[in-house]
């Protein structure tokens, strides 16, 4: 759906209870009869030339977000932020920061997954292994943030893991230690949801599978569903794609995509429970479960115009259209679009 098109119809709906939109008529936007889309469309471009629509995104335009020379800028972006530690920053320094900046495991993880992606080069790729070696911590088999700083996690271990896959580091040294490591401290589904992703880029599983198994259907409310209010199409895709990754087929596979997709939010995103807003990381889980579930957004286009209002004057992408780049967002933004581009 052209971008003018979304910005005039969400100015003439009323929300209900629930992900849908309907519109004065009490049509559902998706069904909308055409005559009186037509109507709408023919509104929209009145507005337009009246100067009333609201400016486009801060990329310049959704297509311009796709070129290979805008591709090429973000991989730029992504680069300059290793440092000769091998380890990448979260995101560029401030001048006004009083503290230097310093790589993190899990920046580097999304940086070099990113690339990937991107279809860009590590600038070091041997001084970036030994960056994610010297994170790991072999007496416990988890990764702390910073080399021999801190403590591991559940979560940086989980990157960790990624890291290791995408570098093509010795999975002797890392796997097996890794996963007891995630064995015995994975508690709760946001340690048992990241735990799997990291486990499946090693194809290996885990001696609880089968009692995360039961801690991930427990997210199911006996509809079906899962989440509330504005935040259910996150809820959904994040126990989805953890049920998936655990072998679970979805009895309510129909039904988990009709709330995916109905959760698509104005501006063509995804966000939290409580939040008027679209983010990347939430559009990233939602469209992670879709993929994994052969399936495809309601407005793919409008997707495309949301990651390209996250796009930053640098070349890399925020979390949410204003907002300063990271490489974590950066990531979620060309994952993203490596889905929207596959056929």
Known sequence: ???????????????R?????????????SEEPTMKRFCTIALGAAVCLAGRILPTDPAGATAAAQTPAARKSTIAYVRSLQTKDGGFLPARPTPTSSQAPRPTLRATSSAVRALKYLGGEIPDREACARF????????SGGFRDQPKAGTPDVFTTAVGLMAVSELGLPGETYHAPAVKYLAENA?????????????????????RAAE????????WHPDGTAGKGNGIARAIGSVAVA???????????????????????????WGKE???????????????????????????????????KCRNEDHGYGPAPGAPSTVGATYYASIVLHWLDRK
């Open 243 to 269: 049920a998936l990754r655990l072998g679970d087929k979805l009895k309510n596979r129909a039904q988990v995509l009709e709330a995916l997709r109905d959760g698509q939010r104005n501006n063509g995103g």
């Open 132 to 139: 994610v070696a010297a994170c790991f911590d072999s007496k």
């Open 274 to 308: 409580g939040t008027p807003g679209s983010d990347l990381e939430t559009t990233y889980r939602v469209m992670r479960a879709l993929v994994m579930l052969n399936g495809r957004p309601t407005d793919a286009e409008g997707v495309r115009s949301f990651v390209a």
């Open 187 to 207: 508690q709760g589904f946001d340690d048992i949801r990241i735990a799997v992703a990291g486990l499946e880029r090693i194809n290996r599983k885990s001696p």
């Open 17 to 29: 209870p629930g992900p849908r939109y309907y519109n004065l008529w009490r049509h559902p936007i």
């Open 1 to 15: 759906m052209p971008e003018i098109v979304r910005r005039v119809q969400a100015s003439f709906c009323l929300a």
């Open 212 to 219: 995360w198994a039961k801690t991930v259907q427990q997210q």
